[in-house]
């Protein structure tokens, strides 16, 4: 299997302008998750799906975040307008769950994002 | 609110010689903790996981110890070899899929 797919890996872009990024989970995988990278505050959980269902959103900084999941194989992440303060690595991950514990989760490689 | 937490950012160990990485956690609810390996330009591995009705977890040269009443778990790796080199996260998880990580702690192993 190629493992979880990000692109792009990495995006510059000025404020104000639209940013998705996408992600293609584990095939068989009925978890995706989103997460974001920051020195300060780690690793942030943003949002999760289950099969293509979003579950828990609430780390979503602000509405200027959006996530969508159109099929199992297949999310994207939006920010739109981007900021400068949102500049950091974004991670997205899957996992086959279901037991209620904290299944491994296989992690993209990340897209590294600057917004100028 | 940091619920996981790491607070040693950095660590340098001597190659052969014991790595000890350590992480807090406040909410009581969480039982089952794991720790990931973050290597430059890719995403996290899982290395080594334990659930709450445990205290000690081993595999190879990995051994996490979990200290229930302190809120307090441990990643000991032995020997340190130069590949170790990575970020260090540690993370819990209650009752779902959710996991909550902490900020990382980056060891580097010297020859």
């Known amino acids: 299997d190629a493992g979880v797919i990000q692109s792009p890996r990495h995006e510059v872009t000025e404020m104000g302008q639209e940013v998705t990024l996408r992600c293609k989970p584990i095939?068989?995988?009925?978890?995706l998750f989103w997460y974001r990278q920051t020195m300060m505050r780690g690793l942030e959980l943003l949002i999760y799906?289950?099969?293509?269902?979003?579950?828990?959103d609430s780390g979503m900084p602000e509405d200027r975040f959006s996530a969508k999941m159109p099929n199992a194989s297949f999310s994207t992440l939006k920010i739109q307008p981007s900021e400068p303060r949102d500049s950091a690595v974004y991670f997205c991950?899957?996992?086959?769950?279901?037991?209620?514990?904290?299944?491994?989760?296989?992690f993209g490689p990340g897209t590294r994002l600057l917004v100028l | 609110d940091q619920q996981v937490k790491q607070n040693s950012p950095s660590l340098s160990v001597q190659e052969g010689r014991i790595s000890i990485l350590n992480c807090d956690y406040t909410?009581?609810?969480?039982?089952?903790f794991l720790w990931y390996k973050k290597y430059p330009a890719e995403g996290p591995t899982f290395l080594i996981s334990?659930?709450?009705?445990?205290d000690k977890n081993e595999d190879g040269r990995f051994t996490v110890f979990l200290n229930k009443s302190a809120k307090h778990l441990s990643l000991h790796i032995v020997p340190s070899q130069p590949g170790d080199s990575a970020v260090y996260f540690c993370?819990?998880?209650?009752?779902?899929?959710?996991?909550?990580f902490g900020t990382g702690t980056r060891l580097t192993i010297i020859p």
């Open positions: 095939s068989g995988h009925d978890y």
């Open positions: 991950a899957s996992s086959f769950g279901g037991r209620g514990v904290g299944e491994t989760q296989y």
């Open positions: 909410n009581s609810m969480f039982d089952y």
């Open positions: 334990i659930s709450s009705i445990k």
């Open positions: 993370a819990a998880n209650f009752g779902n899929e959710k996991l909550t």
């Open positions: 799906f289950n099969n293509n269902v979003p579950i828990d």
